[in-house]
């Protein structure tokens, strides 16, 4: 059967369409070889959830950081629902790569400050990862540091790296990265607690 | 009502207005209440549905610019780049001529910046496949605009679905001068990468390969 033809919808109609249904629409103007009635649709979707990314970015980064990792999640997200990715629900996909991008932001900085007491105290691994900023750690410690957290989430596979993202870097609760991730929550605790572990066993060498 | 639920409801009667509050000034005010603040923030945040389409408010916004960077991303070749590249040179507070100096410059190409920054000028407009640019670009590229090379990588690798690839070669044209940029086209640099591309692989010098050549 053929499909449908492509129709342009007006400003109303678009507002009025779901997430899911302004990504196809954007799928059948592009198909339809008329990129220009996309945009609108587009529009829509970035202004749609640009406030709430930033706003929820800004609880976790510096307000320098905010709109840049908000954009690049939007980016990601809308790739993604693109590329043919399974994504389920666009919104609940966006803030689980928003999630994900913040926890990038503080993995690309040496200086990761919450990271910094890891190394000093608190074998308890629930503890370990402290509570104060430090930019002042010895020279070299912050860059061990990155190493081995490096290290150690190269060893992971996908899901794992997802609930370590938000559990352990984005500071999710067991709750929220059990709904982010369908990992059960006993589960989030044993990999982010095992994700701990590594990165001081690989640290002591 | 606790204190964090009452400056959860002050926060939620603001971002409903239209108002960006200050979630951190908030923070600040919840006291030993604010952990809980913070958890009910994120899940307010996070279940916020779609905003209503304002035109006039969108206009004003910064998510015009990203918007914009997405528009002309899907309608090019070339991923992500269109809309992730000129960010991070905004980020990285680098006109796009001093961009181009650096670059050509760590890749021993000083003499031939011109070419390099027609090169540039293809990648940030989606003009130019990803697959072709090297490593050692998108790596000086990277260290450049403070970005991982991988990262350059799978932005611009991105196709956008079957439906996508390069736009019908008048939008293409169009695309390629529709953000005219006097820093960067040079029309001499350009002849000279479509008389190479003409010509074929043997004309290439090394500056073509990098940027066309393939990863390695």
Known sequence: MEPSPFRELSEQELALLTDDELIAYIRGARTARRPSAATLALQMLVFGYWDTLVARA????????????????LESAIKSAFDGESIGEFRSWLHTILARKISEYYRSREGKPKLVPLISENADDEQVWGEEPSVDAPDGTLVDLR??????????????????????????????????????????????SRFRKRVKAILEG | MSRAEDLLASYAAAFEAGRAPDAQEL????????????????????????????????????????????????GSGGGLWPSLLPRLRARAELRRA???????ASLGAQSQAAKVGAYYHQMEHGLLPAEGVSDRVLGALGSIVGESARTLREAGSSTFGEASGPLPAPAAAF??????????????????????????????????????????
Request: hydrophobic share 40%; no cysteine; net charge negative.
């Open chain 1, 58 to 73: 800004g609880l976790k980064l510096p307000v320098s950081a905010t709109e840049d990792v908000a954009a690049i999640a």
């Open chain 1, 147 to 192: 190493r081995a957290i490096e290290h150690a989430y190269s060893e992971l596979g996908a899901g794992h790296r997802a609930v370590v993202d938000l559990y352990v870097f984005a500071e999710y609760s067991a709750g929220e990265t059990t709904g982010a991730t369908g990992e059960s929550e006993n589960n989030v605790h044993q990999i982010g």
């Open chain 2, 27 to 74: 923070l600040e005010a919840a006291g030993p209440e604010r952990p809980q603040l913070e958890a009910a923030l994120e899940r307010y945040l996070r279940d916020a549905p779609r905003r209503a389409w304002d035109g006039a408010a969108f206009a004003g916004s910064p998510a015009a610019g990203v918007a914009d960077g997405l528009d002309k991303a899907l």
């Open chain 2, 98 to 104: 001093d961009l181009v100096g650096r670059l050509a």
């Open chain 2, 175 to 216: 695309a390629r001068t529709a953000a005219p940029d006097a820093s960067y086209s040079d029309p001499a640099a350009d002849a000279a990468i479509d008389a190479s591309r003409e010509e074929g692989e043997q004309s290439w010098d090394e500056v073509d390969r990098l940027f066309r050549g393939g990863p390695e």
